[in-house]
């Protein structure tokens, strides 16, 4: 019976995880476009091209560094035309964050 139990609460657990993770991807994808990053950045071949493309931005910028290029583009780079998303709440920043590191 504990064992049963036991297993129950690892796939709960398990559930919880993997549907966490899925609707944190499913919010990122759907700011990446209501934000109109699409409009500058190319993504999985769609989007403009005034910025790089960020398909393999993972393996270029670690997660601080994504997050600042978000709340503070001109940080790196004074010149940088992209708007500073610091508007955003912190789980939407988050979420971009998570994906696009993962982007490699
Ligand atoms: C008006 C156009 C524009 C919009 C909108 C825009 N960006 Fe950018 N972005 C750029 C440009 C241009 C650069 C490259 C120049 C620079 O360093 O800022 C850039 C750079 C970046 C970089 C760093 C790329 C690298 O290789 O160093 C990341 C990450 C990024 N943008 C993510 C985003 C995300 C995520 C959004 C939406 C939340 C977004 N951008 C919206 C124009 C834009």
């Known amino acids: 019976m504990k064992t049963f139990a036991t297993l129950f609460f690892i796939i709960a657990l398990a559930a919880l995880f993997t549907s966490s993770a899925a609707a ?18 190319v993504l999985e071949g769609e989007g403009g091209k005034l910025g790089p493309a960020l398909d ?6 670690n997660a601080d ?6 709340l503070d583009p001109k ?3 004074p ?3 992209m708007p500073g998303f610091a508007h955003l709440k912190e789980n939407e920043l988050q979420a971009m964050i998570d994906f696009l590191s993962n982007r490699k």
């Open 65 to 70: 560094q994504i997050r600042q290029k978000l």
């Open 56 to 61: 393999k931005i993972g393996a270029r910028l």
């Open 79 to 81: 010149k940088s035309y």
């Open 24 to 41: 944190d991807e499913a919010l990122a994808r759907k700011l990446l476009v209501s934000q109109g990053c699409k409009g500058c950045h």
């Open 75 to 77: 940080a790196d780079n």
